[in-house]
């Protein structure tokens, strides 16, 4: 039962981040981000449960990059092009794929998966006892 309360509020954070990083960046949000922002939130914290500490945290960025970059994919063919609820569009975009993803957002994937992994890791070491976050940068 803990851990289930610990992801869920894990996921909870991750939501609310993601739906202020819409309303800061874009003005406007959709309840679809909150769920997948927890789910991307939570995936990211367990980059450090599977890999050992000792990855770079640049690289560990990339697997968060790409982790987000594919939920977004994901979560974009399901509620914009199977439900057509045109949460967001990227087919103006150069490098699209189906509109839903785009190199320009992976890269800015790759930032805010950095700030993740770190705000993930602390919120576990200081809510929830674990191991004290240590960084390898290169």
Known sequence: MKLILKYLFLWLVGGIIYIGLELAFRGR??????????????ALGLINEWI???MPLYQQMIIGMTIITYFELLTGCVVNVWLGWGVWDYSH??????????????LIWFWISGAGIILDDWLRHWLFVEERPHYKFI
Do not use: Y
């Not at 949000?29 to 939570?42: D, E, K, P, Q």
């Open 29 to 42: 949000s959709h309840w679809t981000m909150f769920v997948l922002g927890g789910i991307c939130f939570v």
């Open 93 to 106: 975009m150069p490098g699209n794929i189906l509109g839903q993803i785009c190199p320009k957002f992976s």
């Open 52 to 54: 050992p500490w000792q």
